[in-house]
């Protein structure tokens, strides 16, 4: 059996090897370390590569990868997988998005893929990962949150050919009913995209939301739907669930509140809109109704900002455009 080596992870038989890889320094020098399992099974297959928490406070992955680990029994397993349950450690610190020790150029780590050996701290995390992820992956799924906890949304990279078609099929095996076959010119950077221009089916989980917002309920179907997709690749035995017709969407649309107030969301994640459909009422501090959040668009709900309290720029709704039935 060839050894797989990632960081101070090294698997030379079927089993789970455990360590970490180090993408950067601290400002006092000390590594960043961050956690890698490597799930190996007795015959030889393809590898599938999960990470979570390329958003610091995006933790409902984690736990879905920490969950598919605990309960992996190797001698049933084909192939190997490979997961990095905290890709951003230093932004899961400070339970935020983006690292705290990012300098100017704003530091989305999930923007700056493949990265650059030289770049700014978030693109020297990037090289690290995506040099480890582009030598191994066969396959990669992503995890993300939205914002509150009733996320259920996905996405794959929609490329042509045979790399769009098995992400594809990784959709329809984690089944999650909104879902986007996201074109190929949107999210530069994204670890997803840039996988699948180098050849690897790629996939995103929106599960949950940031922070707390997400229980255990949530983790456990998104486990099973993970263990779903090891049936669908040949990687664990078992029939494969059939999730039945999914929801397509032709892309999305971010709308960004313009105004700020007390707020309260009307409609939840996965409902149909339409345009003009009120989304929300706000409230002035002496607690009376001060007008209604509309949707611009027709679509389906894939995140609502979850209030209690707006500014103006954040994220009011996320919508999945022309919705059909697949
Ligand atoms: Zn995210």
Known sequence: MQEIKIGSAVSNAAGIAKGHLKVGDLPDGRPVDIPVLIGRGAADGPTLW???CVHGNEYCGTFIIQELFRNLDTSELTGTVVALPILNLTAFRR??????FEG???GDLNRCFPGKPDGSLTEQMAHAIYSELKQHADYLIDFHTA???DVRWALYANAEGPVGDKAEGIARAFGFNSTLPAPMDILGGSAMMTAARDGIPGYIVEAGGKGPA???ELVLDGCERLRNVLRHLGMLPGAVTDHGPLTYFSNFAWVMST???LFQRQVACGDRIEAGTVLGQYYDLYGAPDGEARSPHAGVVLAIHPGPVMSNGETLIHIG???REV
């Open 95 to 100: 339970k935020q998005r983006m690292s705290p």
């Open 214 to 216: 997400f229980d255990p």
């Open 50 to 52: 999960l990470h979570g």
């Open 259 to 261: 105004r700020g107030g």
């Open 104 to 106: 100017y150029g704003g």
């Open 147 to 149: 914002m509150t906890t």
């Open 321 to 323: 455009l022309d919705p």
